[in-house]
């Protein structure tokens, strides 16, 4: 048995996005062998500066290819704007055959052919007109300079059928798909042939994609056994939809894989969301991509489209980040944030990051509160300081100056001289300690925060008390 393979083929047009990454995700999940095919065709809309981000990307995100661009496994190239001339041969294999043949009808007559169709209530299909031209007709055309389409001849009263990987069974009947064009009139490759043709050369077995690629399939099928190339399985997954309901977009809540990368956003965390988008996992721990992959099952896939929701993202998030190694964290906060860290208080402040942050900016208030001498405090604040008096905080200024490292011993101390207990006792410390009510367990603060600082912020409120 040849090992699963599936592929992820995106058209280089754009940055990707969480919709088309979840699709090379649950084809990295699903495939045992995963390949990158970079469809490049659209020679207006594609750049190469798009293959290097989206490659960066994939890289980020761990989805790496077995088979494809810079894969040490290179068998053939694997950017459609350098294989012309392989499609080229098929495409004259076809005409040969009498499988397909030059349409030289010009876009306004086919786009008049259109409307009438439309407006006498039929589905708007190629007439087959130029398919009946002869040699000689075919021979004047080409004389009088005209460039025509080529297009392929769909077998009559015929269906083709197939069984989605998750949709099930699916029948299209051949007279409702007219004779579809496969080459442009600039000798470029339609998108579904190359796609077709290469899936099959390159031993795709397994192709997951977008619903809105299935009326294509019939067609692909069509080229493939006219050519008497391989079929892969194929399974179209529902679409995404965005919090308003409408399809994922820009608008309602996308955003690139760049941009979720610069928020703080870890790859483990995209995955976990991501596999869980329109795919049903049994377990609701944070997985690895092994993980991710030993528990993806195709019959898993939903038929209806899923929705995302940014708060799942989030709660991803917050377990990668807590979950996250010591090198891994550290590397996640931006330098500035780094730099303001002791290197004695590196370990203690990435745990008071796993439990206290979920994105590196809120990472780098907690180093500059911590860790730096200017600290804001809001009404809040202050109104909490001069509820706990004067007096509170000078005693526990005495207590952080007789026990600097024990907190247990200045708790003590500020307990029996301050007479104050439970909230009038941690929230007044807590709010002079960091200026804010919120934040990381009080024996942690103390034990990072350098005591003359910790002194210094308890004068300051004793005064702002005043
Ligand atoms: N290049 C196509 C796209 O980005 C690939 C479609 C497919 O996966 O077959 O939509």
Redesign the pocket.
Known sequence: MHPRKTR????PTGLIHLG?VR?ALFSKLYGQCFLLRI?DTDQARSREEFVAALMDDMRWLGLTWDEGPLSAKAAADYHQSQRGRLYDDYFLRLVEEGLAYPCFCSPTELEIARKVQLSAGQPPRYSGKCGRLNHDDIAAKYAEGLKPTLRFRVPKDAVVEFDDLVRGPQRFTNNDIGDFIIRRADGSAA?FFC?AIDDALMGVSH?L??DD?LS?TPRQIMILRALDLPLPSYGHTALILGDDGAPLSKRNGSRSIRELREEGYMPLAINNMLARLGHHYDCETLLDLDGLSDGFRVENLGKSPARFDLTHLNHWQELAVRTADDVTLWHWLPQDTRILVPEPQESAFLDIVRSNCRFPHEAHQWAAILFSDALERNAEVLDIAVQAGESFFRVAYDAAAQHPDDYPAFLEYLKRHAGAKGKGLFQPLRAAFTGRLDGPELPKLYAIMEPHRLRMRLAEFAQSAQ
């Open positions: 992820f083929a995106p058209s088309n699709t469809e998108f796609n192709v994609r977008g690629h294509n």
